[in-house]
Each structure stands twice: as C-alpha cells, then as structure tokens.
C-alpha cells in the first residue's frame, strides 16, 4: 500500500534539488567557517551566500539574519532575548492564546521569571482582534509576539496592520513565520516586525535549521554563549551543509510560489468536493478565505480524533490532529479550545490536512475517498 | 593536500553522509506524529539513541541530542545553574576552557553566580589540591574539560570525579568534545553527571551535538517548546543528523580500537622532527592528547605561516577556530603561564586516524622550509 502523505505542516520531505545542493558542501566543503585558511574560508562564503538570498526573501540585509537550529530556538531566541534584554523597560508581553508551543511554553517559563503575560484570546476563525491588542498595551509592554500563520488552522494572522499599531510603542514585534514562509511573500518593512522566526524543514529543507530575522539595532541577550558567530548572537560552529540546503529550498520557493498555492489550492477544492460527493458531514475549522493554501482543518461530527487517525493511518493516509509536536498524545487542540471553547466537540472530533509538494491529484482524490469511507463506517 | 585541523572540524566519514542522505530522503516524518511516517522516525531515532547509549554504556534516557557542543555546554552549565540556585551560586570551572563554557560562565556571573576559575601549570594542568581547597558549602557545579582543544592536555577527571562523589550537592560536567573517540572516558562513573560531545569533531555534521545527563539530575532546559525529548531540548529533532553522528560514534570507536597507536605515532615523528629544531618550542606536554600538538615559533607570524603552508595546500591552525579573530595571543597559553615569544606565536597540529605518516613527515619537511623562506624575507 502506498502512504499518502498530508502532513506537510508538521514537517516537509527533503526536495530532492535540495539534497542535490546539499551533497557537495557535505562532501567537499567541511571546514570550519572561523578557520583562517582556505577550507574556512571556503565555508565561510557558502554561509555569506545563503545569508543573502535569505535576507533577500524578506526584505532584510544580511546582517539581520541569525541562524538558528530551528524554528524553537528562533521563537525561544525572540522572546528570553527579548525579555532578558529590555526588562528595564518593562516586564509585560503580549501573545496570542493559539501561538506554537515553541512561544507558549517559553512564555509561560517567563512568567514564572516574574514577566507578566497578555494572551490575546482568537475569535471563532482564529483571529485576534486589532482593538483587543490595542486595549491591551500598555507602557510597560515591550513585546508583542503574533504568529503569522497558524500551524493547526492555517489562519494567517494581520500582521501588517498589528506592525501599523506598534510602529509608535516602544514594544517590539515578534511574528512566529515557521508556517508562513514558502507561502506567503514576505517583507518584513512592509510587514512592520522586528523580529521573525522562520524553519528549513517546513519548506522542504533539511531538519536542525531555521532563522531569527532581527532588525538592526536591536540587542538580544544570547540563550548560547562562546564563539564570534553569527556577530555573537548565536554561538557554535555553523552548520554550513544546512544552511546551504536552506538557501537552496528558499530558492525553490522564490520560483515556485505562486505555483504552489495555486497547486494547494486546487487540493483543497479536490478534496472537499470528494469528501461532499461521499456525503461526509464536516465542517471547516476556520475561516476559509484568510488561511494558507496547504492547510485545512476539519471537523467530523460525531466522531474522535484517535479513532480517526488510526483509520486513516491504517488505511495508509498520513494526517494529524494539529501540532505534531504534542500530537504524540492526542491532547484536545489548544487552538481549537481558544476558538471554540474547551467542551466544544470540535476539540475532539477535528483532523488537519496539510498538502505539499509530495502530492498529486491522484493521491488528494484517492485520499478523499478513504477518508469518506472512514468516516462514514465511524458515523453510521 | 594534507589537512592537519581535526580539531576545528573534521571531514565527515563516506557511511556518514550515505546514513544522512539515506535518511533525509526516505525517513522524513516528524517522530512525534502519530501516522506511520512518524511512527518509522520514531522508531529509528529510538534505535539511534539506543545504538549512541550501548556505545557510551549508559541509559537512553540519559542522552539529549543538541545541536553542537556549544549548546551542549550552555545546557548544561546553565541547566544545572538555574534548577539548583537555591541551594548555591557558587561554580567552578578553569581559565583554559572552551568560550562556551567560560562565556556561559561569565553570563552566570552576571546574573549573580560567583565562577571560580581554576588556574593551570605550564602544561595547563589543574592542580587537585587547589580544586578540592576551592569547593564550598555553596559550590553546585565543577565544569572541566577532558582534553583541551588548542593545548591537548588531559586534566584528571577521574580524580575530579572521585572527590566530586564525596560532596552530594555537587554536580560534575565534562566537556568532552576533544576526547570522544580519543581519550576514553568512563561515563558509568558515579561523580561524572554532565557531559558535552559533538558530532562534527568524530567525522559527523555540523549541527549534532550530544549531552549526556546522569539520572537522577535535574537541569532548567534552554529552550521551551514542544515536549520533544523529555522537555530537555525541545524542537523538530535532528534525525538525519543524529543517525548520521551516531555512525561517525560508531566508526571513530571502531578506530580508536586499532587506531590508537597510531596516533601516537604520529605525534611522536612530528614531536622528534620538529625537535631538532631550535626555532620551535613544543607546548603539548608529553602525556597529552595524542592528536593535538600545540607549537610556539617565536617571531614568526601565525598568519603568515598559515598562510604560506596553505600555499602548500597543508592547513593547520592558530588557536581554536572558534576566536581565530581575537588578537595574536592565545588565552590558553597565556593561562599556562608562558612568556609572550610562546603565547603569541602559537600554532596548532591537529590528527585524525585519516592521517598518514607520510603526510606528517612530508608536513614537517614543508614545515621547515616555510620557515626558512620566511625567515630570508623576514631578514
Ligand atoms: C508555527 C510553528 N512555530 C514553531 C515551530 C517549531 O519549529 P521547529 O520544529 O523547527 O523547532 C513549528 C513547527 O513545529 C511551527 O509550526
Ligand atoms: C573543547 C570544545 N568544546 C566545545 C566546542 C564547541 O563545539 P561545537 O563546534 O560543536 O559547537 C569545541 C569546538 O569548537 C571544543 O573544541
């Protein structure tokens, strides 16, 4: 049986263009980018040249750029660095009820630091409100963190206009972009952050690599300390291999954007109307206008995430129940509890579907089908 | 080309990148889904981990795989720092340790921790005396290092551990991203609770690291996020990274082995060639690391002999990579206590089991004749 797989926002295979990249410095380009001699040296400009092209695909100059292991140690980076550095100006922070644990947990670890935390409830559609943000700073705010787009709905959050509101307050602007990036264009002038998280292996690069963009200017106090690099924001020799698979997957993306919204798109069409044709009875999580391409969350009434995720596994179709990085203990969705409230059944009843490059027409159409028949043997 | 810099990083092993692209391309799930893509990466991050604890002899639950060394030690020196304050601030470490200790040590200082930091001899050696004299009602932490990365002395861990077993509320941290595959270190040892290693050292990636935390201790993680790896180190892990490090784990142990002697060896033709002549003065005390030789030769630029055996297409290093940029002196050196004609012309030789003897001898050849050029220029 061939696994169908939707569970690109949990993690993305690696394109194989990019292993292609990859294999060459791995092979070749082992030196230690502080070294003085030519093998540093050689590493040396692999790094500044991915350095470019990243900066370049949101808006920012090279110096702004620090890499990172991954997108928790970005979100951990934005917001201890953040807190630690600034507190003399305050200790209160504002984020949302629905962020990735990555910026929930370190907000809750802060608080227990003796920082007092905001978190901005959603509406049923995921969003928060601009007013409800506004009401909440205050003077002492010094930063506020809103996830671009959310991992479990895809609800994409208004980034530009919560940029617009904090360009007169002292507070900086953090957005968790890890689901954002490789979807939506991204310019972080435009946009109004100072601070975005990004992660290689959502866009189809390779694990243990992700970015902190951080406008200049601005001082973080380092969560690891002993080296010069990365203009000692982040220490510990560069993972050169990575962050040239890294440079590659954004330079996939930079050609095949648009491409691969239209794509998702169209999936998602697919897939309900298969869904529909089988008479299934589900509702949509989430607003579906303001949501990314690749994700859709559904509730089947009447039925329970792990009986579902172990049909759906059995039957060889690879889904989630949300953040994959509490989905090994099916707990009730913290978004979906935000949106809905915690007895809403959706809570428990609710499957996301996240397409990527690794699909085809066939495999939404057929996977369609065997969720229809799940379902329906689960409700009848 | 002749590459004598393994201890700034060293070129990944053959099976080791055929482990990462294998996995990279047909394991990509994420380990904490559910489905069966998940369930496959779980299952081989298990096997990995198992594979890494069989060959440190210890619990798979005992080991957190990172993303270097450095974030290895921060872990461990503020994991342990910030969980256990309430029952002191005081922490020992040395001056000779790698800036990733002693940074995380000075930003501790900072938040109100007292860091005493152990002076060495001329060999930079810790004296056991002056540790035990240290340690204090208030002491939590002693952080060592097994094998120092610009000198190759061996400071006594086992010695440290003896005496750390003796005191209950005192944790023991090695770094030991010099020794793994090197100098064996016994990890079942009860006084040792905390140990760094990373993979880009053994002929693995950059971007893998190991921590080993006994059970039973305790630490405050770095990062907060997922529940991956027991909440110690959250984040997406690292597989291919990590099946790829436990490989380069597997083979550089295979190597050290048989290959042990083989080392020696080397260093001792460097160490005798190099000798005889009366320009160079031998830093690496003689029952250091095998595969470190540190060098001073007086009057001439550091720089500039790279640079001119780099021409040789032969590469060897200054201090440590990771503050090739600070000024000419190395602080390591100068912590020995050495005069300023040794400190600030410091060079490193570097071994891996890849070395050959006929690339030492023939180092030592162009090695002399670069000094005998630039000594005509210089002139
Ligand atoms: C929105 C969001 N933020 C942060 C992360 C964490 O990224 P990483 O897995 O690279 O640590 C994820 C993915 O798990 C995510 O979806
Ligand atoms: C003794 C020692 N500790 C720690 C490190 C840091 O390891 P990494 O480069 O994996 O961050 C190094 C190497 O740079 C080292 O030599």
């Known amino acids: 049986m061939d696994h169908i797989y939707l569970d690109h926002a949990a993690t993305t295979p690696v394109h194989p263009e990019v292993v292609k990249e990859m294999v060459p410095v791995l092979e070749g380009i082992f030196g230690n980018p502080s070294s003085v001699h030519h093998y540093g040296r050689q590493a040396r400009k692999i ?62 670890y802060l608080e227990k630091q003796g920082f007092e935390v905001t978190y901005l409830p959603v509406d049923k559609n995921g969003f928060i409100s601009i007013t409800d943000l506004e009401n909440n ?75 902190l963009y951080v406008r200049e200017g601005i001082q973080l106090e380092p969560t690891q300390y002993g080296g010069e690099q990365e203009r000692k924001r982040r220490a510990g020799t560069e993972n050169t291999a990575a962050v040239k698979g890294f440079q590659a997957a954004v330079e996939l993306v930079n050609n095949e954007r648009e491409g691969r919204n239209h794509q998702y798109n169209s999936f998602k069409t697919i897939f ?74 959706r809570t428990t009843n609710s499957i996301r579907f996240s397409f990527g490059i690794a699909n085809d027409e066939e495999q939404v159409k057929t996977s369609a089908e065997k969720v229809a028949d799940i379902v329906n043997r689960l409700t009848r | 080309m002749i590459y004598l810099d393994n201890s700034a990083t060293t070129s990944p092993y053959p099976e080791v990148l055929e482990s990462f692209r294998k996995v990279s391309e047909s394991y990509y799930g994420n380990p904490s889904s559910i489905h069966q893509f998940g369930g496959e990466a779980e299952k081989l991050l298990h096997k990995a981990t198992k594979q890494a604890a069989n060959l440190l002899k210890v619990d798979s639950s005992e080991l957190i795989f990172t ?70 009602d208030d002491t939590i932490l002693i952080s060592v290092m097994h094998v120092n990365n610009e000198l190759g002395t061996i400071q006594p861990i086992k010695q440290i551990a003896d005496i750390v077993i003796k005191h209950p509320k005192l944790f023991f941290h090695v770094d030991h991203v010099q020794g793994l595959g090197k100098i064996s270190l016994d990890f079942t040892h009860p006084g040792i609770h905390l140990c760094s290693m ?26 907060h996020g997922g529940g991956q790896q027991s909440s110690t180190r959250p984040g997406t892990e690292n597989l291919a990274g990590i099946v790829a490090m436990v490989k380069a784990m597997r083979l550089t142990f295979e190597k050290q082995k048989h290959g042990y002697g083989h080392l020696i060896k080397l260093s001792d033709i460097i160490r005798n060639l190099l000798q005889k002549d009366d320009r160079i003065m031998i830093n690496t005390p003689r029952d250091g690391a095998p595969h470190i030789l540190n060098i001073s030769v007086p009057k001439f630029k550091p ?24 000024s000419d002196e190395s602080a390591v050196l100068a912590a020995c206590g050495l005069g300023m004609e040794r400190t600030h012309y410091g060079l490193r030789i570097s071994l891996s089991y890849q070395n050959t003897e006929e690339e030492v001898r023939q180092f030592c050849k162009e090695f002399k004749e670069v000094l005998d050029e630039l000594n005509e220029v210089m002139r």
Not at chain 1, 72 to 88: F, I, K, P, S, Y
Not at chain 1, 190 to 209: C, F, M, N, R, W
Request: hydrophobic residues 35%; charged residues 20%.
């Open chain 1, 47 to 108: 790094l500044d040249q991915a350095r470019s092209t990243i900066a370049h695909s949101i808006g920012a100059n090279e110096k702004e750029i620090v890499f990172t292991s991954g997108g928790t140690e970005a979100d951990n980076m934005a917001l201890l660095g953040v807190a630690r550095q600034e507190q003399h100006k305050g200790k209160h922070i504002i984020t949302t009820s629905v962020e990735h644990h990555a910026t929930l947990r370190t907000a809750e």
């Open chain 1, 137 to 211: 700073l205050r003077e002492d705010t010094i930063l506020v963190s809103v996830m671009y787009v959310n991992n479990e709905v895809g609800s994409i959050q208004p980034i530009q206009d919560i940029g617009e509101l904090l360009k007169e307050h002292q507070a900086y602007f953090h957005t968790d972009a890890v689901q954002a990036y490789g979807l939506l264009s991204i310019d972080v002038n435009q946009l109004g952050v100072d601070l975005l998280s990004t992660s290689a292996h959502k866009i189809y690069g390779p694990k243990g690599i992700g970015f």
């Open chain 1, 272 to 345: 309900m109307q298969g869904l529909k044709e089988k008479g299934v009875s589900f509702t949509i999580n989430g607003d579906s206008q303001h949501t990314v391409s690749s994700i859709i969350n559904l509730s089947f009434p009447g039925t329970n995430v792990e009986s579902l995720l172990t049909n759906f596994d059995l039957s060889g179709i690879a889904a989630s129940s949300g953040s994959a990085c509490t989905a090994g203990s099916v707990e009730p969705s913290h978004v979906l509890s935000a949106m809905y409230g915690s007895n809403d059944e």
């Open chain 2, 67 to 136: 993303s270097g060394g450095t974030e290895s030690n921060n872990l461990a020196i503020k994991g342990i720092a910030l969980q256990h304050q309430n029952r002191g601030r005081h922490i020992i470490t040395t001056q000779i340790e790698h800036p990733s200790v002693l940074e995380a040590c000075q930003a501790l200082e900072s938040h109100g921790f007292d860091v005493t930091y152990l002076s060495v001899d001329a060999e930079g050696k810790i004296d056991m005396e002056q540790l035990k004299n240290e340690i204090r």
């Open chain 2, 198 to 223: 990373s993979s880009h050292k053994i002929h693995g990636l950059k971007g893998t690291g190991l921590l080993y935390i006994q059970s039973g201790t305790t630490l405050s993680p770095l990062l």
């Open chain 2, 303 to 326: 720089e500039v002999v790279i640079h001119a055996l780099g021409k040789k297409n032969i590469f060897i290093s200054t201090k440590s990579a990771c503050s090739s940029k600070h």
